[in-house]
């Protein structure tokens, strides 16, 4: 069967289940996003195995931690979500807004974390009452075949149709180029080339941008505390998340002791020569060596030819430029972060704004303060999408039970980053609205003095 067939024929399944759900209410939507994140959550040590075996990357506490808490982040979400009917109203203006199906989605999978992409773009897609067919990277086909047949045993199970949730089980960029244009919408996660191809397939798509998260360390900032937070990031799941701090910008005046507070939770400074020999292993042709990343610090080390103790958790150089000629300054999926000093909150924005122009555009950086005037100066003046403040990045851009973010795993990054959305993409994404207005018997139009002000005066 020819490649458009084959995709054809799993959107028409996929279309034919999806009208069977139709008019199912918000609790039976509900229902099947639970019964998804259970099923998750009871095989998240199984799955996060797989996982490791298949693509190689990352590390297996964190996988498990990330399936456990993941479908439980959004499920919170949907507890409280409306997607059906009515969802909101407004009786001033004799305004409704309704809910609806969109239809089939494409859902492209990444090798990083398929298995969360896998099950969070399920439960959103049917709390909107859609289908999804999913197209994984490759690497990461036989744990996305998994785990998409697992979820459809499990809503088969409570009386929805199983193709509600369909995988490629062999797939290519032919195929996922091919589900683009057919399906009616695109929730793509992964690397650049992918998400442009998404939003040049002529369908509407969610897609994000690249990570390169920046943090600011100022003089105000718990030092230790700050050290702590970015070697979490840095070990959770080894920097496969686009949300890993990638740069560090710390004032002058206390860049000694931060080096210390790293050094005491694990960072190896590189002199001059390992740096060298690192960039030589971490790059591949201008490109992110695959055998190289998502791995160990020791092991980058080891690879990279540098001497590095068993309890090193991550790797430090000194930067001082940003741009092609310096690729520190760039994402990295390492645990490596790139350490600038800069003297002002000022010279943070303006540097943080020059780096992710180069990579990460949009996407999020951080602070460490607590001089409320840097923290709302900076959030004000930097071009991002998210600005976490006293967290770890890795852990906090995409949702997490210790702030208020919403949970996903598909962080637009606005148009800075090429997106439609700087949102954390979620349920509100995955549905049609259609509003409904009643005619008034008076009009709401204010008065020319209101509207106008002082304008006609001032312009003579």
């Avoid at 199906?101 to 859902?107: A, D, M, S, Y």
């Avoid at 700050?226 to 840095?234: D, F, L, P, V, Y």
């Avoid at 998340?241 to 400074?269: P, W």
């Avoid at 148009?415 to 005619?439: F, L, P």
Wanted: glycine share 8%.
């Amino acid at each position: 069967m020819e490649q458009a067939q084959y995709v054809e024929s799993l959107i028409k399944r996929a279309r034919k289940a999806q009208k069977a759900i139709e008019d199912y209410t918000q609790e039976q939507v509900l229902e099947l996003a639970r019964a998804i994140a259970y099923t998750a959550a009871s095989n998240a040590e199984d799955w996060a195995q797989r996982v490791l075996d298949e693509t190689r990357l990352g590390d297996l506490q964190s996988k498990i931690n990330r399936i456990n808490d993941r479908p439980r982040g959004i499920l919170r979400d949907l507890l409280t979500a409306k997607t059906v009917g009515v969802i909101e109203e407004d009786k001033e203006r004799k305004l409704i807004k309704i809910a609806k199906p969109i239809g089939v989605l494409g859902g492209i999978v990444p090798m990083t974390v398929p298995e969360s992409v896998i099950v969070s773009k399920s439960m959103n897609s049917l709390m909107g009452r859609n289908a999804i067919v999913f197209c994984p990277h490759p690497r990461a086909k036989k744990i996305s075949t998994h785990v998409t047949e697992q979820l459809r045993q499990v809503i088969a199970k409570l009386g929805a149709p199983a193709d509600l949730i369909i995988c490629i089980e062999e797939p290519s960029k032919m195929l996922s180029a091919e589900l683009m244009s057919q399906c009616d919408l695109i929730i793509a996660t992964g690397g650049n080339d992918m998400v442009k191809a998404a939003y040049s397939s002529g369908k509407p798509s969610h897609g994000v941008g690249a990570g390169n998260p920046v943090s600011v360390i100022d003089e105000t900032a718990d030092l230790n505390d700050a050290a702590q937070k970015i070697m979490e990031s840095q070990i959770n799941d080894l920097a496969t998340g686009c949300s890993t701090e990638n740069v560090i910008l710390i004032q002058n005046g206390v860049y000694g002791k931060m080096l210390d507070a790293f050094f005491k939770v694990g960072g190896r400074l590189l002199n001059t020569d390992e740096k060298q020999k690192l960039q030589n292993v971490l790059w591949k042709d201008g490109h992110l060596n695959p055998d190289v990343i998502c791995r160990s610090a020791v092991t980058i080390a080891g690879i990279a030819g540098i001497d590095a103790e068993p309890d090193c958790k991550f790797l430090m150089v000194e930067e001082n430029g940003y741009g092609e000629k310096y690729p520190f300054s760039g994402e990295k999926l390492s645990s490596v972060i790139a350490l600038y000093k800069i003297d002002t909150i000022d010279d943070a924005i303006e540097l943080t704004n020059n780096i992710q122009a180069y990579q990460g555009a949009g996407h999020s950086c951080g602070i460490h303060s607590f001089n409320e005037d840097h923290i709302m100066r900076f959030a004000t003046r930097t071009k991002t999408s998210r600005v976490m403040i006293n967290s770890p990045q890795n852990k906090a851009n995409a949702g997490n039970f210790r702030n208020g973010m919403p949970f996903t795993v598909t962080l637009g990054c606005g148009t800075w980053g090429g997106n439609a959305s700087n949102d954390n993409i979620n349920y509100r994404h995955y549905i049609n609205t259609t509003w409904v207005a009643r005619w008034m018997d008076e009009s709401t139009q204010p008065s020319d003095d209101v509207l106008f002000g002082d304008i006609a005066k001032r312009l003579g």
